[in-house]
């Protein structure tokens, strides 16, 4: 689950990384606006003047879209360029406190607070931390009774270093037929592994997979339940980026968002 080991590395190849993936990301690109977000503010349901903090901001686009709804956002990222680009993004309509914290130190976390915010989440970045049982303690501790943590990850069934999408054409039907899907080799033992999500992003970064079972598990020991769970897909007719695309697989979901709550 933890590999605390890989936390310096994976904070250095973000710092190479922020710059490009800022204007990669902007404020939130087609993945996200269309497949991610929508199902995040379902399960966040934020309320005007309720105390957020956004864990993992990178550039903090969605902490601005957050502080934009009428929420206080604390927006927390270890990359230092990261917040720098947050810095020069910021705007009057959408005003954030940027922190930056190693999300893996728990002397850090310890700055979240006690029962301190209604709501707390984590969009993609639980994958990218090398160890989060600090994390998920700290946040467990940090909310209100009652209050939710909402994270979203790529789908650790089907979206992982151990799947391959792939297209089958089938030439015994009328003019052919071509379909998608996804291909699983392996999900129970797989290890952090370095990735390229873009062309052109500056180095791979580490990507920490999680077994549905034991992500859950490290959730209950922090002091979480599970009340809300969504499997984002693309739609149908989405436009596809290539001859491979998540798009074309509309019945296979390539994102888990989750709601947490504590007692």
């Not at 917040?83 to 930056?100: K, N, S």
């Not at 984590?122 to 943590?149: E, H, Q, W, Y």
């Not at 069934?157 to 391959?164: A, E, I, L, P, S």
């Amino acid at each position: 689950m933890d590999f605390p080991e890989l936390a310096r590395e994976s904070q250095q190849v973000w710092e190479q990384n922020a710059r490009w993936w800022d204007a990669r990301m902007a404020e939130g690109d087609r993945w996200h606006t269309q497949l991610i977000v929508p199902a995040i503010e379902r399960l966040l349901a934020v309320q005007a003047g309720e105390r957020l903090v956004d864990l993992g901001c990178g550039n903090g686009w969605f902490a601005r879209r957050l502080a934009r709804a009428g929420a206080h956002v604390l927006a927390c990222d270890f990359s230092p360029t990261h917040l720098e680009c947050a810095h020069a993004r910021a705007t009057q309509d959408a005003e954030v406190d940027y922190r930056l914290m190693d999300l893996t130190d728990e002397a850090q976390l310890a700055s979240l607070g006690s029962h301190e915010f209604d709501a707390a989440v984590c969009n993609m970045a639980l994958m990218d931390i090398a160890a989060i049982t600090p994390l998920l303690r700290a946040v467990s501790r940090c909310l209100k009774p009652g209050g939710r943590f909402v994270f979203s990850i790529p789908h650790p069934c089907f979206n992982t270093n151990g799947t391959t999408l792939m297209a089958e054409r089938n030439d015994y039907v009328a003019d052919g037929e071509t379909t998608f899907g996804v291909r699983v080799t392996r999900y129970l033992s797989l290890t952090p592994a370095r990735a390229v999500v873009v062309a052109g992003q500056a180095s791979p970064y580490y990507y920490f997979h999680r077994p549905l079972s034991q992500l859950l598990a490290t959730c209950f020991a922090a002091g979480f339940a599970l009340d809300g769970l969504e499997e984002p897909a693309f739609q149908p007719g989405t436009p596809a980026h290539g001859p491979l695309s998540w798009s074309r697989c509309t019945e296979i979901p390539p994102v888990l968002v989750g709601r947490l709550r504590v007692g």
